[in-house]
């Protein structure tokens, strides 16, 4: 049923940097048996309803630029890491992508414009590269329910531009609303249900959280007769990890180590094992492994937690 016969995707995603990415900086990745990387170059847009997407500038880091993903992607396939091209777009100040919303047809004319030339020229490098996978988007909910025929033209210049399989990276509580789906090679979710209560939940409870939502999750894959993509998956090292995944706030300044690691074993196990799930990209990644992460951290990345190691028993596995 996985259009990558039989080989799950046991991805990471790659955070750009400002530097180059050297053999030392994916040997890391090829130690955890990661067999893929989301690569992520970064568009800007000043506010929510500002319609244009500005990228590949100075001033931006190297890794967030063309230049730098295409460095970063050569880099990947010389250790046998494949590709999926996860271009994003960043509002100033971080606020959530899926409230991007023009307030009249010119805006939305000038943002389909803008947003179509970004996408293409990533989905051109996508090729150019030979990158299995290219995300032709990421929590863009509002632009999506509001421009549906936009979208799916899009998804037919793509195709013109790139011959690779295409997904869509909609948020756990967006999925259900994306109007696409037939159209593309792989469901995407960033998969930050809410599973547990919890401040320190155990792998049973968060395996009983995860129960309606793969009913959900599955019967979305039979109907539109796709595999499910994880575009990203992921826990906090803190309190009730489980409870509100999605939180990236600093609001939250416990370190839990257990329940990351608990939370994540759960997903694994629930998903990693069904021939409707084609795998996922473990967020977030970062090139200077020795520095990041620690049993100090109470971010997402698992580098140097616990959670690595069963991480790296799962990918090894399958």
């Given at each position: 049923m996985?259009?990558?016969?039989n080989?799950?995707?046991?991805?990471?995603s790659?955070v750009?940097?400002?530097?180059?990415?050297?053999?030392?900086?994916?040997?890391?990745?090829?130690n955890?048996?990661?067999?893929?990387?989301?690569?992520?170059p970064?568009?800007?847009?000043?506010?929510?309803?500002?319609?244009?997407?500005?990228y590949?500038?100075?001033r931006?880091?190297?890794?967030?630029t063309?230049?730098?993903?295409?460095?970063?992607?050569e880099?990947?396939?010389?250790?046998?890491?494949?590709?999926?091209?996860k271009?994003?777009i960043?509002?100033?100040?971080?606020?959530?992508?899926?409230?991007i919303?023009?307030?009249?047809?010119?805006d939305w004319?000038?943002?389909?414009?803008?947003?179509?030339?970004?996408?293409?020229?990533?989905?051109?490098?996508?090729?150019e590269?030979?990158?299995?996978?290219?995300?032709?988007?990421?929590?863009?909910?509002?632009?999506?329910?509001?421009?549906?025929?936009?979208?799916?033209?899009?998804?037919?210049?793509i195709?013109?531009?790139?011959?690779?399989?295409?997904t869509?990276?909609?948020?756990?509580?967006?999925?259900k609303?994306?109007?696409?789906?037939?159209?593309?090679?792989?469901?995407?979710?960033d998969?930050?249900?809410?599973i547990?209560?919890?401040?320190?939940?155990?792998?049973?409870?968060c395996?009983?959280?995860?129960k309606?939502?793969?009913?959900?999750?599955?019967s979305?894959?039979?109907?539109?007769?796709?595999?499910?993509?994880?575009?990203?998956?992921?826990?906090?090292?803190?309190?009730?990890?489980?409870?509100?995944p999605w939180?990236s706030?600093?609001?939250?300044?416990?370190?839990?180590?257990?329940?990351?690691?608990?939370?994540?074993?759960a997903?694994?196990?629930?998903?990693?094992?069904?021939?409707?799930?084609a795998?996922?990209?473990?967020?977030?990644?970062?090139?200077?492994?020795?520095?990041?992460?620690?049993?100090?951290n109470?971010?997402f990345?698992?580098?140097?937690?616990?959670v690595?190691?069963?991480?790296?028993?799962v990918?090894?596995?399958?």
């Amino acid at each position: 049923m996985s259009p990558l016969e039989n080989e799950k995707i046991n991805g990471v995603s790659f955070v750009a940097s400002r530097e180059f990415v050297k053999d030392a900086h994916i040997a890391p990745i090829v130690n955890i048996h990661a067999n893929y990387a989301a690569v992520m170059p970064f568009g800007f847009v000043q506010e929510l309803q500002d319609p244009k997407v500005v990228y590949n500038k100075n001033r931006q880091w190297f890794g967030e630029t063309r230049v730098g993903a295409k460095q970063y992607i050569e880099a990947l396939q010389k250790k046998n890491i494949k590709i999926m091209m996860k271009p994003q777009i960043w509002v100033r100040k971080g606020e959530f992508t899926g409230y991007i919303k023009m307030k009249n047809e010119a805006d939305w004319k000038l943002l389909e414009e803008s947003y179509a030339t970004f996408i293409l020229d990533y989905a051109a490098l996508a090729e150019e590269t030979k990158a299995e996978i290219l995300c032709i988007g990421t929590e863009l909910e509002q632009f999506v329910v509001n421009r549906p025929d936009f979208w799916k033209q899009l998804i037919v210049e793509i195709r013109k531009v790139y011959k690779g399989k295409l997904t869509y990276a909609a948020n756990w509580d967006e999925f259900k609303r994306t109007p696409f789906w037939s159209d593309l090679d792989f469901i995407g979710m960033d998969a930050y249900f809410p599973i547990s209560e919890e401040k320190t939940p155990t792998i049973e409870a968060c395996i009983e959280g995860w129960k309606p939502h793969v009913a959900t999750i599955k019967s979305f894959s039979e109907t539109y007769k796709k595999p499910i993509l994880f575009t990203e998956f992921g826990y906090r090292s803190v309190d009730y990890s489980g409870k509100e995944p999605w939180r990236s706030d600093r609001s939250m300044t416990s370190v839990n180590l257990e329940a990351q690691t608990n939370t994540t074993k759960a997903l694994l196990q629930t998903f990693w094992k069904e021939d409707w799930f084609a795998g996922g990209f473990i967020w977030k990644w970062f090139h200077n492994h020795q520095e990041v992460g620690g049993e100090t951290n109470n971010r997402f990345t698992p580098q140097n937690k616990p959670v690595e190691k069963v991480i790296k028993e799962v990918y090894k596995a399958f």
